[in-house]
């Protein structure tokens, strides 16, 4: 019997391979439309939760086009960074042959996940927002807000103007000082009043870390405009669900932490999923409505975006070579 043996990616491996927010946009776009074409198998999310504030995820999933299967193991514990001087995040990514089911690669996922979320929100803003937007607000300034500015401004770039909204003073300075070297082009303003940033935002994109109660209003959003949350439900108060239209990346997650949050709300309007408006010229942005894009991020754009990752790993000989059997 042969030996079989896998490859062990590491963040700094990944980053050595220099893959660009444009490739990721562009596999994640890929795998929406393989969900409008039926080639994906996507189990619901599995959430273990042993104590108040921390959880592990399990997300498998399997796409035929292109052929990728694995699974991303995930856990978040606040406070880890703060008593331990630990990051609050973890997060691997098992992939496996699809055509013999053995494991070929383990890859550590956060950094890819930062790129991947950023991109799922880019794909909801090429096709919903504005066709000329000009102004995008963000609410939150770590560092998905931080990559989402390169994910967004790969498909608008024709924003020359970002508003940035944040708990404290110094983070949202520091982020437009960052930025605004990286971007000549584009003012980059701190700001402190939600109410006017979304009133005057083409693009608002909600991106918190901690929020215990809900702080945006959807009624503030104006007319044409597109609120994008990559935090769910956490930072937006039920408004939301007078909205024109709502889409999400997956319509039965999104119902449930709706159910589960707001626990007299029964879920019953139409609600889209991004591989519909893939596939449907019919939800299209309109200056009379407007809209909110609930991105949570699926497995099937992980395990897509991840095999890719191998792909290019093998062909450049990154990583490290471990013996399975």
Known sequence: MKNVALRYLSRDDIKQLNVSMQDTINIVEQTYIAHASDKVHLPSKIGIHPNNSGFFHTMPAMVMDPDSVGMKWVSYFPGNHSRNNLPDSSCIMILNDINTGLPICIMEALHFTYMRTAASGAVAVKRLSVPDSRVLGIVGAGTIARWSVHAILSVKPEINEIRVISRTEESRNNFCEELEEQYKNVNFIPCSDTKSVMEESDIVLSI??????????????????????????????????????????????????????????????EIYEISEVMESSDLQWSEDKKGIAFMNGIGSTDVTLGKYIYDQAVKENVGIILPFS
Not at 210 to 223: I, Q, Y
Not at 239 to 246: R, V
Request: charged share 35%; net charge negative; no cysteine.
């Open 208 to 269: 918190t870390s901690n929020s215990a109660d809900p702080f945006l209003n959807f009624e503030h959003l104006r007319k044409g405009g597109l609120a994008l949350s990559l935090d769910g439900i956490k930072s937006w108060d039920l408004s939301f669900m007078d909205a024109d239209y709502i889409v999400t990346d997956d319509r039965n997650f999104l119902k449930g932490e709706i159910e589960r949050k707001y626990r007299n709300t029964k879920v019953e309007r």
